[in-house]
C-alpha cells in the first residue's frame, strides 16, 4: 500500500488526525500533538468512529483500516511514517525536528513503524474505559460521539 492516498474530492477542512482509539500509545500521542502544537490547527478523530469510518472511505482506505495512524490533509490521506512525521510539522520547535526523518528511505521507516505498530498493544495497552476529552479537545473533534463499529473502544480521549 502507498504511503499518500489521493482523494476524488476536495479536502476544504483543517488537517485531521486519525488515530487508534482502542490503543494507549495513540491516546498519549494525541495528548502529546496537543500539548505541543505550535497553532491548533489540526482536527482529531477515532478511526473506529462513524466520521473516521467516512474519512477512510472518502480517501480510497477500507473503512476498517486500522494498519496505522491516518493524517488527512489538503485532500490526501498520509500513512505510517509519512502520517507521524508530517504531524511534526505541525509541532513547536525542538518537535518539529521530527519531520527531519524524512530524509531516511520510507522503507526503512515503515518497517520502524510497523514494528512499533504491531506490539501496540503489548507495550503501551489498551485504555480500560472511554475518557472524556477536555473542552480543547471536545472543540476539535470530528467525531465526539461515541459510535464506534466492531469491537467497543472510545472514540474520544482526554488531553
Known amino acids: 500500500m502507498t504511503a499518500s492516498v489521493p482523494s476524488e474530492s ?3 477542512q483543517p488537517p485531521v488526525l486519525l488515530f487508534d482509539g482502542g490503543c494507549n500509545l495513540c491516546h498519549g500521542s494525541v495528548r502529546f500533538v496537543l500539548r505541543h502544537e505550535r497553532r491548533s490547527e489540526l482536527r482529531f478523530c477515532a ?3 462513524e466520521g473516521g469510518a467516512r474519512l477512510l472511505t472518502q480517501h480510497g482506505l477500507a473503512p476498517d483500516y486500522r494498519g496505522s495512524l ?3 490533509e489538503a485532500g490526501r490521506a498520509l500513512l505510517k511514517s509519512d502520517a507521524a512525521l508530517r504531524v511534526a510539522s505541525y509541532l513547536k520547535w525542538p518537535w518539529s525536528w521530527g519531520r ?3 530524509v531516511f528511505p520510507r522503507a526503512l521507516r515503515d518497517w520502524v513503524y510497523d514494528l512499533i505498530a504491531r506490539n501496540r498493544y503489548r507495550w503501551f495497552g489498551r485504555p480500560d474505559a472511554c475518557l472524556l476529552p477536555t473542552a480543547e479537545l471536545r472543540r476539535r ?3 465526539p460521539q461515541p459510535g464506534s463499529t466492531g469491537r467497543a473502544r ?3 480521549i482526554a488531553a
Do not use: N, R, T, Y
Request: no cysteine.
Open 154 to 156: 472510545p472514540d474520544i
Open 10 to 12: 476536495p479536502w476544504p
Open 141 to 143: 473533534l470530528l467525531d
Open 70 to 72: 491516518v493524517l488527512v
Open 100 to 102: 527531519a526523518g524524512l
Open 47 to 49: 478511526l473506529e468512529s
